[in-house]
């Protein structure tokens, strides 16, 4: 299983864009690369996912560069409501049928003040 | 997203009580999951399964056991619970097309 780390804590400040970054050097060939936001006292909330290069959706940016040891989750102009728990995930992208294993870091608390 | 549902979202027991957390999901996926989430701390596998009659353990130890008869069910039983095992419990599944997981909200159990 992949090792991931991730910072443990960011503050930022409401309007300000977010980077956090993941490292997972043992990423394997298969695994895809998720991140998810977690509220307290809450299941996990799917944000994105991404295998390479760059993926965006309506909420948030993943970068991964060529070697894909690590990945950066970014959050354009973030407000109080995304202060929350994000885990980097890294995991079989499930194109068998082993099923998805997936190694959670520990998470970044990001904390957004006004 | 996926329809999942946990019941009940608190428990408090005491000591010794056999207790089951149910987890079902409308949508047909085969993939379920199990984790353990001490508070202000990270995610744990506790058990996965591929499908009906499919279960096993995760990167995890856990007293508890799992069951899969049913598509739609993937209850996780405690045959004598104790204080250590106070913690939340969240159910997930995979959606077969992309294979990203989904949480349901969770179940917080308090064992005295």
């Known amino acids: 299983l992949a090792k991931i780390t991730q910072p443990i804590s960011m503050d930022s400040y409401e309007g300000q864009e977010v980077n956090i970054t993941c490292s997972h050097n043992?990423?394997?060939?298969?695994?895809?690369i998720t991140w998810y936001q977690q509220f307290p006292s809450q299941g996990p909330r799917f944000i994105i996912q991404?295998?390479?290069t760059k993926v965006t959706n309506e909420v948030a940016s993943l970068f991964i560069p060529a070697d894909r040891k690590s990945s950066t989750l970014s959050l354009p102009r973030v407000s109080l409501s995304d202060t929350a728990v994000y885990y980097c995930?890294?995991?079989?992208?499930?194109?068998?049928?082993?099923?998805?294993?997936?190694?959670f870091g520990g998470g970044t608390r990001l904390m957004v003040k006004p | 997203e996926a329809d999942i549902y946990q019941t009940p979202r608190y428990l408090v027991i005491g000591t010794g009580k056999k207790i089951t957390l149910e987890c079902s999901q409308t949508?047909?996926?085969?993939?379920m999951y199990w984790y353990q989430q001490d508070p202000g701390m990270e995610l744990h596998l506790i058990h996965y399964?591929?499908?009906?009659?499919?279960?096993e353990k995760g990167d995890l130890s856990s007293e508890s056991t799992v069951s899969r008869i049913r598509t739609e069910h993937f209850p996780l039983t405690l045959e004598s619970a104790r204080p250590s095992h106070t913690s939340q419990y969240l159910c997930?599944?995979?959606?077969?097309?992309?294979?990203?997981?989904?949480f349901g909200p969770g179940t917080r159990l308090t064992v005295l």
């Open positions: 043992n990423i394997a060939t298969n695994d895809y």
């Open positions: 995930l890294v995991g079989d992208g499930g194109n068998n049928n082993a099923g998805n294993m997936l190694t």
């Open positions: 991404g295998y390479k």
């Open positions: 997930a599944i995979s959606d077969r097309n992309t294979d990203t997981q989904y």
């Open positions: 949508m047909g996926h085969d993939k």
């Open positions: 399964s591929y499908g009906v009659n499919s279960t």
